[in-house]
């Protein structure tokens, strides 16, 4: 079998990590928002953000497979190619499952009219305008994205330390609000929102994935050198 | 047990050498493997391989095929001479040069090697 | 017979600290290695560079005749168990053993089972909840068990009791009866493990001082004790290790192997003569260089003591 499967099957040992824990926690957060969707006296539908609790977990997840799981990794003679590879495979898998919920969760809610209560925690419509596919797409994208920038901060800050990374956090947050800044300099806002109602969720998605991927080669080429 | 300060691989060969001399491992008997003395000594088996090897190539031990090393007739006699020949070395120099130490000539030894010899049989017996 | 690690001139240098300083050796295949030094000798560093976890500044590095560098089929034959070793997050005894089943080829599970059991070794326990001993008796048992054909211990019985530590030398050399293969063993433990060791490798301040086989080694040196004129007389022509003085009593320790006819006639002098322990033999080499690199004189002058 190929080692890289290998590493997949690594990170699946413990089944916890990569499955149980993103369901529990996104089972919690779905409980408590129809519990709060039931307390709400109102009638229109309500739409809450309950769905991003597990995206949190998928960070950390990103987190401590750089700071655990790669120096054990490297115990067990693992390339680092291998590793890198096989995990993003496992955390794809897991975010594949997240969107498999998510989807499940949306049809569910569609068929229940919002769980009895008129609350929707997945059958959110600005993500489900381009269908289902596309919805559960998104999900996907954005749990890898979460999962993406955990693992390639903790993978800065294993090789340069705890200065580098700081300045790489910081500086990006320069950027964007420095980008943020000369749209608002340029009155360019309109424009911004239009393309973005524009692009939709899926062109969002796609964008994200390009992000996604971006990140990826930038933490590989860091972890390259990375000492365990 | 071991002795600090000697090649591990001599103090294998002088244990094995001394059973055969007290008589507890016959000849034309099996010889512990290797890996039973690295074992019960604790040291690498190269190195009881090694004073296995030496004890060979002496001819105090051989290997038959398939089975393992076993003790060669006429072992105990070969060490036995070798044991002779060293004697005088090992043991009289010592003697002699604490004998000198503390002004014992060589017939005041004679008397009290005599005295001691005959003594020795029965226990308790001043000489 | 071919070298399994070649390494030529290899340094490693830090922002404030040179590791490795040109360091070369060969190891053979087969063999029980010890590579003993002082803590910050470059023990871990060594290891971890052949292993390619961590990267050389300057010089070579072959393992099975590659760069053992992103290679998996060198570093797949290949062990390095750590003294502090990471597991995965919320990770049992049990999933690390898994995990080295699936990677390392000859990975032997009853082995394994056998360890657990005579560490006592509590398998479904959280790793983060385990006692010292109890962490680094997963390190050694996977060490042990994954019979790779090269394996690096790198102090991972540090947290082992006497008990436990006498087990992994037990076990050790069984296993290793059973399936030769070539095992690195880092230590300060000198004593310990002086009788499961071939070959010796003394590195120290990241320069190797001592590479030679452990029975040449073992009566490489001696210890004369006496009166002190008598002493220095018989000193003066030997090379001078360490040198203690308890009033008119001196203690030389001198590197050379003395004959039988030499040993008799220190004897005659009425000096006493004491063995050197690899410990011993290793600790005042070590001070030996430390001394030396203390001074420019091309003279190396040996420790010296007063005992009052």
């Not at chain 3, 030398?169 to 071939?198: F, K, W």
């Amino acid at each position: 079998m190929s080692r890289i499967l290998k590493v997949v099957r690594l990170q699946l040992i413990n089944k916890q990590t990569f499955i149980w824990v993103p369901l529990i926690v996104l089972g919690a957060a779905l409980a408590i928002s129809v519990l709060i969707y039931a307390m709400i006296p109102v009638d229109t539908p309500k739409y809450g953000g309950g769905g991003q609790a597990p995206l949190w977990y998928f960070f950390a997840m990103g987190l401590s497979a750089l700071t655990l799981t790669f120096p054990f990794s490297q115990a067990m003679s693992v390339t680092r190619r291998e590793f890198f590879l096989g995990t993003m495979a496992a955390a794809a898998l897991g975010a594949l499952l997240m969107a498999a919920a998510f989807l499940i969760g949306g049809w569910i809610e569609d068929a229940t009219n919002g769980w009895g209560v008129n609350g929707y925690v997945f059958r959110i419509p600005w993500l489900w305008e381009a269908g289902p596919l596309a919805a559960g797409l998104a999900f996907f994208a954005l749990a890898m994205f979460f999962f993406v920038i955990g693992f390639t901060g903790a993978t800065i800050y294993k090789r340069w330390g705890a200065a580098a990374t700081t300045v790489v956090g910081v500086g990006s947050g320069l950027v964007l609000v420095g980008l943020a800044f000369l749209v608002t300099r340029l009155e360019m806002w309109g424009q911004f929102w239009q393309g973005v109602l524009w692009l939709g969720a899926l062109g969002l998605t796609l964008w994200a994935l390009v992000v996604i991927a971006v990140l990826m080669v930038i933490s590989y080429l860091v972890l390259r050198r990375a000492i365990p | 047990m071991i002795d600090e300060g000697r090649a591990l691989f001599l103090q294998i060969a002088e244990a094995i050498e001394e059973s055969i001399l007290d008589g507890s491992l016959a000849e034309e008997a099996q010889a512990p493997s290797t890996n039973e003395l690295a074992a019960f000594y604790r040291i690498n088996p190269a190195t009881a391989a090694k004073g296995v090897a030496m004890l060979t190539e002496k001819g105090v031990l051989h290997k038959r095929r398939g089975v393992g090393m076993f003790v060669s007739a006429g072992a105990r006699d070969l060490l036995l001479g070798e044991r002779r020949a060293a004697f005088a070395e090992r043991f009289l120099d010592p003697l002699l040069a604490e004998a000198r130490m503390i002004g014992l000539g060589p017939d005041d030894l004679a008397t009290l090697l005599r005295e001691r010899a005959a003594g020795a049989p029965t226990e308790g017996n001043p000489a | 017979m071919t070298a399994v690690i070649e390494v030529s001139n290899l340094t490693k240098q830090y922002r404030d600290k040179l590791a490795l300083d040109h360091v070369s050796l060969s190891i053979e295949p087969g063999k029980i290695y010890g590579l003993l030094g002082r803590n910050g000798a470059g023990k871990t560093t060594l290891m971890s560079i052949l292993t390619a976890q961590n990267f050389a500044s300057s010089g070579s590095v072959r393992v099975f005749g590659e760069e053992p560098y992103e290679n998996a089929r060198v570093l797949s034959r290949v062990c390095f168990v750590r003294e502090s070793q990471k597991y995965p997050d919320d990770a049992t005894p049990e999933h690390a053993f898994r995990a080295a089943r699936l990677f390392f080829p000859n990975w032997s599970q009853e082995l394994a089972d056998r360890l657990v059991a005579e560490f006592q070794l509590p398998v479904k326990r959280r790793i983060k909840k385990l006692s010292r001993g109890q962490l680094s008796a997963v390190g050694v048992i996977i060490g042990l068990a994954a019979r790779a054909e090269i394996t690096f211990f790198d102090e991972p019985y540090l947290g082992l009791d006497a008990v436990a530590r006498q087990i992994f030398y037990d076990r050790l050399i069984e296993d290793y009866a059973e399936q030769p293969r070539t095992i690195i063993l880092s230590s300060h433990l000198i004593d310990e493990v002086a009788n499961l060791i071939e070959r010796v490798i003394v590195i120290d301040d990241g320069r190797i001082i001592l590479d030679e086989e452990t029975d040449a080694v073992r009566d490489r040196a001696v210890t004369v004790v006496g009166d002190a004129a008598k002493v220095d007389a018989w000193a003066a022509g030997h090379e001078v290790l360490h040198r203690e003085t308890l009033g008119r009593v001196a203690s030389v320790t001198t590197l050379g192997v003395l004959s039988a006819a030499e040993r008799a006639e220190v004897e005659a002098q009425g000096l006493d003569l004491a063995p050197v322990s690899l410990q011993q033999l290793i600790v005042r080499l070590t001070q030996k260089a430390a001394g030396t690199r203390g001074t420019d004189d091309a003279v190396l002058a040996p420790s010296t003591e007063e005992v009052r």
